[in-house]
């Protein structure tokens, strides 16, 4: 569930098969309800792509959704024809309008990277690629990402509303005792986590948004 800035209540609702969206006024008014299913995700023209709907997160000042997609590809086989893996290929931010009912043009390419290579098959193979988890939109406009690098390390990765990177940067959580883990965004653009170990349960604050203080101030 999200507020938004003018005290609208968003609920976002996963389903086996759909996502469900009810967005209600400051009154409590149902204004919109929205259903998403996998026949009506964007998928890139003339690709093979096969699509799947990561996170729908509600703009905190617009009747807007931001709905991330990953998209992955089937690898063939080249001497026996049939399918030998699927592999991660991109993920794409949309906006989905609500007063127009229909997606804009423009998409946020997220992006990625590989990870390596792989030793455990017969010679090596590059590890699929590794995708971001979309954690939402800041009031000012930022996109922020988080992806785990290993055990213990993880990055943060934030992009402006054009799509380009504005930081990158890596944050450690001792996974010693770690049992579950839950990362949100505020509206303000500060990172915080959900901590659950064998015998506490923490919640922890990055001070995010000063990056995004900072960013302002460079180019204001």
């Known amino acids: 569930m999200y507020i938004t800035a003018n005290d609208e209540l968003v609920v976002i609702c996963r389903t086996a098969k759909t996502w469900q969206i009810y967005w209600y006024t400051a009154s409590r008014d149902l204004a919109y309800e929205v259903e998403i299913d996998t026949g009506h995700i964007p998928v890139p023209k003339n690709k093979d792509y096969i699509p799947s709907l990561e996170k729908i997160v509600p703009d905190y000042h617009k009747k807007l959704l931001y709905v ?23 993920s794409r931010v949309f906006k989905l309008d609500l007063l127009k009912g229909k ?20 010679g090596k193979k ?27 390390t993880y990055y943060l ?12 940067t890596k944050f450690q959580i001792d996974d010693t005792d770690l049992v579950y883990i839950n990362f949100a965004l505020s509206r303000k653009g500060i990172l915080c986590a959900l901590i ?5 349960a923490r919640v922890v604050w990055w001070r995010s948004d000063k990056i995004i203080e900072n960013r302002s101030n460079e180019t204001g």
Request: aromatic share 12%; proline share 1%.
């Open 126 to 152: 590059k590890i699929d690629i590794s995708l971001y988890e979309f954690l939402g939109v800041s009031d000012s406009g930022y996109f922020f990402f988080t992806k785990m690098k290993d055990s213990t």
């Open 68 to 90: 991330m997609v990953s998209y992955s590809q089937r690898v063939i086989d080249k001497f026996t024809g049939m399918v030998e893996r699927v592999k991660n290929v991109e």
């Open 196 to 200: 659950i170990e064998t015998s506490q």
């Open 157 to 168: 990765l934030i992009l402006n509303g054009a799509g380009e990177t504005v930081k990158k």
């Open 103 to 122: 997606y804009n043009a423009n998409s946020i390419l997220v992006p990625n990277e590989e990870q390596g290579e792989s030793g455990l098959f017969e």
